[in-house]
C-alpha cells in the first residue's frame, strides 16, 4: 500500500536532485535524493540482493544439459617388450572426448535449491528495502537536525545580544545609583548563561551540518523550512499517518520489509531442509558420450567410440551424514521461525512506539507554539514594564530566557513531529 506522499517522494526525488542548481536552496526531497545516491550500506545491501539472484540462477542451471569437451595431446614412447611381437617405438599419444549430460531425477536437490536460493533472493531483496528506508529516515533525521540547530543557534544568538545590551544597561544604572550590586552581578551571571548556551548551540550546529554531509555527500546550504511547519502550511511531503494503531500494525505486518526478510529467510530454511534430506535419495541422468583415441597403449592403436545411456548413483550407507545434515537443517528451520517470531513482535513494539511517539509530539507542537505566543508577549509586556520602572531588570532578563526556551522547545516539537511521521511511515511500509 503506497501514500500519496511517498508516492510523491519516490517520483520526483531523482529528478529534483537533477533540477535543482547547486546555488538553489535544498529541500528535503533532494536531500533523501542525494542520501539514497550516496549510501554506502544501500548499495552493499544492493549489491547482495543482486548476487542472491545470480544464485537462483545457478540452482536453475543444475537442472539444465551439461556438454563437456576434454582433450590431450603428448609425445613419448611406448616399449611393450615385443609382446604382440610390437617393437619399442615413438608415439605421439592424444585423446578428445565429448560427453553431454542431462538430469532427470535428482531426489528433489533441484527443485529444494532452487527454493532455498529464491527465499535467500527475497530475504536479501527484502533487507535492501529495509536499507533504503532507514537511510530515508535518517535522511530525515538529518535534515530536520540541521534546520533545528540552525534555529536553535539564531535564536540564541539573538538572546545574547539581547543579555548584552541588558547587561550594559544594568552597569548604567548600578553606577548611577538606581540598582543594587547584586542585581548588576545577576545581570552578568545571565549573560555568561546565555553565552554558554550560545556555544552548546553552535557546537550542536556544526556537528549536525557534519552529519547530513557525511549522509548525503553534499555540504548542508540553504535548506527549505520543514514540511508542515511553516503557519497554515501544508505539503504533500509529509507521510499521512495511518487512521488508527491498529490499521498501522496490520500495514507493517503485511508490508514490513524487516518481517518479510524475516518470513523469507524461514522460507529458505525450510528449502534447505528438504535439500539435506534429498542428498539420501537417488540420482538419475541421461548421457550420450563420443571419444577419439591415438597412440594410447601400443604404437598405431586407433579407437573410436560413441554410446548412449542412463547413469545413476544411489549411496544406501553415508555414515549418518544424510540424518546429521537433516537434524541441523531442522533445527535451522525451527531457528527461523522463532527468528520471525521475534521480529514480528518487535516489530508490533516498534509500531506502538512510533505511533505514541507521532501523537506525542504533534501534542507536543500544539503546546509548544502556545507556550511560545504566550512567552513572547510576555516578553514584550515585561520589556515595556521595566521601560517604565515597573519591573526590575532581573524580569526582563527572566522573560528573554523563558522566551527563549519557549522557542527551542517549539523547534524541537516541530523536527520531533517530521522524524516522528516518516518513522511510522516507514514502519508500516508506507513508503
Request: with cysteine; charged share 20%; net charge neutral.
Amino acid at each position: 500500500m503506497l501514500r500519496p506522499a511517498a508516492a510523491l517522494l519516490m517520483s520526483c526525488t531523482l529528478s529534483c536532485a537533477a533540477a535543482i542548481p547547486p546555488a538553489a536552496a535544498q529541500d528535503l526531497a533532494s536531500a533523501v535524493a542525494d542520501a539514497l545516491a550516496h549510501a554506502p550500506a544501500l548499495a552493499a545491501a544492493q549489491a547482495g540482493a543482486d548476487a542472491a539472484d545470480a544464485r537462483v540462477d545457478q540452482a536453475r542451471a543444475q537442472g539444465n544439459p551439461l556438454l563437456r569437451v576434454e582433450g590431450s595431446y603428448g609425445a613419448g614412447r611406448i616399449d611393450n617388450g615385443g609382446y604382440f611381437g610390437l617393437s619399442a617405438d615413438n608415439v605421439t599419444p592424444r585423446a578428445a572426448q565429448a560427453v553431454a549430460e542431462m538430469p532427470l531425477y535428482a531426489g528433489g536437490r533441484v527443485s529444494a535449491a532452487i527454493a532455498q536460493a529464491r527465499g535467500g533472493a527475497q530475504a536479501a531483496r527484502h533487507g535492501a528495502e529495509a536499507a533504503r528506508l532507514d537511510t530515508i529516515v535518517r535522511a530525515v533525521a538529518a535534515y530536520a537536525e540541521v534546520l533545528s540547530a540552525r534555529k536553535l543557534e539564531a535564536r540564541f544568538r539573538l538572546l545574547v545580544d539581547s543579555l548584552t545590551e541588558v547587561e550594559r544597561q544594568a552597569a548604567l544604572r548600578f553606577r548611577a545609583g538606581e540598582i543594587a550590586s547584586s542585581d548588576l552581578a545577576q545581570a552578568r551571571a545571565r549573560k555568561a548563561q546565555g553565552d554558554a548556551v550560545f556555544a552548546s548551540a553552535q557546537g550542536r550546529r556544526t556537528s549536525a551540518e557534519a552529519a547530513f554531509a557525511r549522509l548525503t555527500g553534499k555540504a548542508a546550504g540553504d535548506l527549505a523550512p520543514l514540511p508542515g511547519n511553516a503557519p497554515g502550511q501544508t505539503d504533500p511531503l509529509l507521510p499521512a499517518a495511518p487512521a488508527t494503531l491498529g490499521e498501522a500494525i496490520e500495514l507493517a505486518r503485511a508490508h514490513n520489509p524487516m518481517l518479510a526478510q524475516a518470513r523469507a529467510g524461514t522460507d529458505a530454511a525450510r528449502a534447505g531442509a528438504r535439500a539435506a534430506r534429498a542428498e539420501g535419495l537417488p540420482t538419475i541422468g541421461a548421457y550420450a558420450e563420443a571419444a577419439h583415441v591415438r597412440d594410447q597403449f601400443f604404437p598405431g592403436y586407433r579407437a573410436d567410440s560413441m554410446a548412449v545411456g542412463l547413469r545413476g548413483r544411489w549411496t544406501l550407507f553415508a555414515g549418518g551424514r544424510v540424518a546429521s545434515a537433516a537434524r541441523a537443517a531442522d533445527a535451522q528451520v525451527d531457528q527461523s521461525e522463532a527468528n520471525e517470531r521475534a521480529m514480528a513482535q518487535t516489530l508490533e513494539g516498534m509500531v506502538i512506539d512510533a505511533w505514541s511517539g507521532l501523537a506525542t509530539a504533534r501534542r507536543m507542537a500544539e503546546a509548544a507554539a502556545l507556550q511560545s505566543e504566550a512567552a513572547a508577549e510576555a516578553l514584550r509586556g515585561t520589556r515595556l514594564e521595566a521601560q517604565v520602572g515597573a519591573k526590575p531588570v532581573l524580569a526582563v532578563l527572566d522573560a528573554e530566557r523563558d522566551a527563549a526556551q519557549a522557542e527551542a522547545a517549539l523547534i524541537e516539537a516541530q523536527a520531533m513531529r517530521t522524524v516522528a511521521a516518516w518513522q511510522l511511515a516507514a514502519l508500516s511500509g508506507a513508503l
